[in-house]
């Protein structure tokens, strides 16, 4: 496979998982499908990793790949370039996701334990002790109901998107690299002269 459609590939597969992540991060500002007042929601949705990281981020490499292949950006070495860099800059925002929601799982969510404060009861537990692997701990959030699944349904949905557009991107970046050093593939007619 020539560089140029290795790049169209990937770009067509960075935009939905980037809409993926942008709608995942929006629905942890509803926890169970609530309205709560912002001092009410867990600390790692706020650094927006789904919306910037896995989304916006990765949209801008993902627009210059659809052009690649054909007469446009990435038909030449300066254009693939371009394309490795901002790959690479892909790379990161999908890392950043990747880590924010590693956080966000490991810290758990902010909720009500039923004295009407939130808190964050997860907070500081051992691997051993985490609510990841003990589902019965999952009781101790009454508000808002479900809380915890919402939210390790979601931060393991960001985590995997994650996961998957840095891989997607470091592929395009090597792509890239060969697309610029050795040149994308065009072909082209030869037509004898008579």
Known sequence: ??????SKCIGRLLFPLGLCAI??????????????DPDKITDFVWYFHGILGAGLIVYLPAFLMLGAGGE????NRCGMLLSMLLSAMGFFGAVYCMIMSSLGLEQGPLCDPGDGDYVYPFRNQTLEESYLFNQTTWDICKKPKNVVLWNVTLFSILLA????EAVLCLIQVLNGLCGCLCGTCKRQRWTDVA
């Open 1 to 6: 496979m020539c560089t140029g459609k290795c």
């Open 23 to 36: 709608i995942a991060n929006i629905l942890l500002y509803f926890p169970n499908g609530e309205v709560l």
């Open 161 to 164: 998107i994650g996961a998957l």
């Open 72 to 75: 446009g950006c990435c038909a």
